[in-house]
């Protein structure tokens, strides 16, 4: 087992090499076989020209992308106005001849694209997924990974007999902090994690809210089925399509928008892949303007081995749009200290003292301080070429040329899928919840979470 100093030496020599990596040798024959050229242009296309695309994903993909020799040829969009706007954004902002595709059919008629970036509706990106590795493209997809067990399911069966990179839009994974920490644990020097507290609070009445596009969309520019997709065949509704994070079942809200990211860490740091249990409470206290989705969310997880009960520990998540107050915070906890995702330190507070110890027969507990390389998680929602998109992003790209594996693979999205379809039902049943790990499925009680 990694001593305290020796970890700290290793991170401190290598943690800028992990933030990035380079381009791998020793390709297994069936890799081998998908290596592009080093000096081939990769053609990527877009799948919907989304706030979080413009705002995000497209700056750290071109950050990158003239050194490593990406360009963006297609954008496909159901709403021909964001259609419009995406293929002159990108022609604007890079020179490019990009071409409008109507939708994702379209899309891939088309024999020149290698690579796609979907940032569509969070219930459409497990399918939009599927389709993409059907049609033998590599593809970043946003999180959260699925809504549902089923779209869930279905996603993951089409990767795993795929050859695609699949990059699941879980930056945290690229973030040189983050992979300390994860190393920092693994090496057993923090000693068994005994609760995780995680936070993400806003005061924002109009995260989410897009009033004036609701008031000028016009019903014969969207495809509306397609957007529907496996969804009820519901009338057209500006603000589902527009406003989907509010409206359950286009998106489980602070679930699957928040909570995703930091959960996600959890199945990271511990090698766990899902939750023993979650029950969880909320309800929309403050933005009463027809959401069907909580403004206000706790849900209290239970993880450890499934079949030793004794051992294990808690994460409690709560999240709000009505105060601001705490910010974004993930706090590890031990018996001998603190693991703060916020400062980016490790610490001995709460940890076990002398005189407490010596109740039980034991000796002080107290890890030795040390610091993780300072990257600050930010609220926004659409925060520019931020470090933590933009390692990701090039994570994505380097994998594509050399095959690896890249830092968010397939496994990473569903295992938080499961964890965010798990509160999500806890929240809508108010019953406490489990995974069945046979089907499959998210179990409420004796039956089966579906909406």
């Known amino acids: 087992m990694e001593n305290r100093r020796s970890f700290i030496k290793k991170v401190s020599a290598g ?12 390709f297994s024959a069936k890799s081998y076989a998908r290596i592009i050229g080093a000096n081939s242009v990769i053609n990527v296309g877009v799948v919907g020209f989304s706030d979080r695309f413009k705002g995000s994903l497209f700056p750290s993909f071109m950050h990158h992308a003239k050194a490593l020799k990406f360009r963006i040829v297609a954008v496909s969009d159901i709403w021909s106005v964001r259609r419009e706007e995406g293929v002159s954004f990108i022609r604007a902002n890079t020179g490019w001849n990009v071409s409008p595709c109507q939708n994702n059919e379209e899309l891939y008629n088309r024999k020149d694209i290698d690579a796609v970036i979907i940032s569509t509706a969070d219930f459409q990106h497990a399918l939009h997924l599927k389709e993409a590795v059907l049609a033998g493209k590599d593809v970043y997809v946003e999180k959260p990974f699925a809504e549902t067990m089923d779209d869930a399911n279905e996603a993951l069966t089409a990767c795993q007999t795929s050859n695609a990179v699949i990059q699941i839009g879980s930056q945290r994974r690229s973030g040189a902090n983050y992979q300390a920490a994860r190393e920092y644990i693994k090496s057993g020097a923090f000693g068994d994690i005994v609760m995780a507290e995680m936070s993400w609070n806003v005061n924002q009445p109009g995260r989410w809210r897009r009033p004036a ?20 065949k519901v009338d057209w509704d500006p603000r589902i399509y527009l406003e989907y994070r509010l409206f359950w079942p286009y998106s ?29 409470n909320g309800g929309i206290y403050q933005w009463k303007d027809g959401r069907s989705n909580a403004d206000t969310l706790t849900a209290v997880f239970d993880y450890g081995p499934q079949q030793d ?17 705490g910010g974004i915070k993930e706090l590890y906890y031990a018996n001998g200290g603190t693991l703060n995702l916020d400062s980016n330190t490790i610490s001995s507070e709460g940890g076990l003292q002398t005189e407490d110890a010596k109740v039980m027969n034991m000796r002080a507990n107290l890890v030795k301080p040390a610091s993780l390389p300072a990257i600050k998680v ?20 380097e994998c594509i040329r050399s095959r690896k594996e890249t830092n968010a693979p397939i496994t990473a999205g569903y295992n938080h899928a499961v964890a965010c379809v798990m509160a999500n039902a806890a929240y809508r049943t108010g019953l406490r919840v489990h995974f069945d790990t046979k089907t499959k499925q998210v179990m409420a009680g004796d039956g089966v979470f579906k909406y």
């Open 309 to 325: 009960t004794s051992r294990g520990f808690q994460v409690v998540y709560s999240s709000r749009f009505t105060n601001a107050a």
């Open 378 to 397: 930010e609220a926004g929602a659409n925060t520019g070429i931020d470090p933590l998109t933009s390692a990701h992003m090039r994570n994505w790209m």
């Open 15 to 26: 943690v800028a090499m992990t933030t990035f990596g380079g381009i791998g040798v020793g």
């Open 213 to 232: 596009l609701c008031r000028s969309i016009r019903r014969q520019d969207v495809d509306w089925d397609r957007f529907l997709m496996n969804r009820p």
């Open 252 to 280: 489980s809200g602070i679930p699957g928008q928040w909570m995703c990211h930091q959960i996600d860490t959890v199945h990271w740091f511990t090698g766990l892949d899902h939750p023993r249990s979650v029950v969880c």
